[in-house]
């Protein structure tokens, strides 16, 4: 067995990569880890059983997992409040709202229908370090199991029906606290207030976990709302649509005569945007908007943001000349998150589009990032596109190599050489990285420079000796 763990979570095809057994298993070995390491003390101090929130995005595979999950804690002797189907984050905040001892969320975030996963989170609703989730793979190299009733007896399972609601409550609410920058208009004053008020705004669901919650989040702000990629049937989740393929977005927001778009991924932990124009606006940007805006309001802790090694060398600039500081993490929310917790940071995220707002989530969370954005566009005045400006994008070229191996990438010396190669011609103008997917059977090859025909090239070179180093 190789690492089952990526950068989110365990995924795979379901019913192949990812069976039944596999998933019950990892439920029974999570549950006996995060019992060993202490982490259900709070409950055997008060006679009870531990308990888990678990929750789900809509494909067709998810109704076969939850079933085995739910076997697996209830077999470990963990009680389980099954969610239905929402957005990763809001199993992660109702992890920590509801004093659960972990929770759990199946979903293959942005990846195909056919696809599926399985992620953690610990007490307080935070993603498992490295080194709990190796000894989670430990059980399960040794087939570890408890034979019999556990002592507590079998974890019993109920249906949620209000905690929905609960995370809608926290969304809306997040606009409501840390204060207001001066400009916020006078329409705005009270705590009451609509804050979205006057923005039509079209949200793509990608027929996702966040169908539903997102639509309403953006009502309940004051936002008159569109709402496209609303109708998951199973099958057909980031089916051109979502934060994958902004071409549905953008031409709704031009059709509607919408103030912006907002995009989520499957599970909603990302946010991407397009604005009036139907012109995309990334996670990079994103992140320097509300990084100004922060700023201005001073809510920016540090005067730092935390981002990836992939975030542009325009938003580096641009943060830069805004006299805010940059902290670069490798890619994925977790390395941000750790850095963020450790520099007691409020702001950081990815390119992708997962944004962390610290003050209101553990981890990234689209549907908040959507209102914050659009938040600071009504306080603002300006419309979106002008305040993207604040960044320039400069040429970056991104390649996924398939069929590969992706654990040689650290130990292949001829592409060492290649990448060597590659970072001498650029030079100071450019940027190179190549790196394994912590997602998919994929290497990513990075290239950036201030000449598209240059990045497109090198890059072009990069992956041909990615594909010739490590087919």
């Excluded at 789900?56 to 997992?65: C, F, H, I, N, V």
């Excluded at 009502?219 to 099958?235: F, H, L, S, T």
């Excluded at 610290?358 to 209102?371: E, K, P, R, V, Y």
Aim: hydrophobic content about 45%; glycine content about 12%; charged content about 20%.
């Amino acid at each position: 067995m190789g690492r089952l763990f990526g950068t989110d979570g365990v995924r795979g095809v379901a019913g192949h990569d990812l069976t039944a057994r596999l998933a019950m298993d990892l439920a029974t070995a999570a549950a006996q880890t995060l019992g060993d390491a202490g982490a259900f003390a709070a409950a055997r101090a008060t006679s009870r059983r531990p308990f888990a929130v678990l929750g789900r995005d809509p494909r067709a595979s998810g109704e076969y997992l939850e079933a085995a999950v739910v076997a697996g804690l209830t077999g470990a002797g963990v009680d389980v409040l099954r969610l239905g189907v929402i957005p990763t984050p809001a199993v992660a905040y109702l992890t920590g709202e509801l004093g659960a001892e972990f929770g759990v969320m199946l979903s293959a975030s942005h990846n195909p229908a056919p696809d599926n996963g399985i992620k953690f989170f610990g007490t307080g609703g935070l993603k498992l370090p490295d080194e709990v989730e190796d000894d989670i793979e430990d059980r399960l190299k040794r087939n570890v199991t408890v034979p019999g009733p556990p002592a507590a007896g079998f974890g019993r399972v109920r249906d949620a029906s209000v905690e929905p609601e609960r995370y809608l409550d926290h969304l809306v609410d997040s606009l409501r606290q840390e204060g207001t920058a001066p400009s916020w208009p006078e329409r705005h004053a009270t705590a009451e207030a609509r804050p979205l008020t006057g923005l039509r705004v079209v949200v793509d669901c990608a027929h996702g976990a966040a169908y539903a919650l997102a639509p309403e989040a953006l009502r309940r702000a004051g936002a008159d709302v569109i709402a496209i990629g609303a109708e998951p049937d199973g099958v057909n989740i980031n089916q051109g649509c979502g934060s994958t393929s902004l071409g549905a977005l953008s031409a709704a927001v031009v059709a509607h005569n919408a103030d912006a778009g907002i995009a989520h991924d499957g599970d909603a932990d990302r946010c991407l945007a397009v604005d009036a124009a139907g012109r995309p606006i990334d996670g990079d940007q994103i992140l320097a908007i509300l990084a100004l805006g922060f700023q201005e309001a001073g809510r920016l802790k540090g005067g730092t943001v935390v981002a990836t090694v992939m975030s542009n060398l325009g938003f580096r600039l641009a943060m830069s000349d805004a006299g805010i500081q940059v902290v670069e993490t490798a890619v994925g929310d977790r390395y941000v998150l750790e850095a963020m917790r450790a520099g007691n940071y409020v702001l950081g995220g990815e390119q992708s589009g997962h944004i962390i707002l610290l003050d209101h989530a553990t981890t990234g969370d689209g549907i908040l990032t959507g209102l914050q954005l659009l938040a600071t566009v009504a306080r603002s005045g300006k419309p979106l596109a002008e305040l993207a400006t604040v960044m320039t994008r400069y040429p970056q070229v991104l390649i996924n190599v398939q069929g590969v191996d992706k654990s040689r990438v650290g130990s292949a010396p001829e592409l060492a050489a290649a990448v060597a190669a590659a970072e001498t011609e650029l030079g100071a103008l450019g940027r190179v990285l190549v790196r394994p997917s912590g997602t998919e059977p994929t290497v990513r090859v990075m290239v950036e420079a201030t000449d598209a025909i240059a990045a497109e090239r090198v890059a072009g070179q990069l992956a041909e000796s990615v594909r010739t180093a490590l087919g």
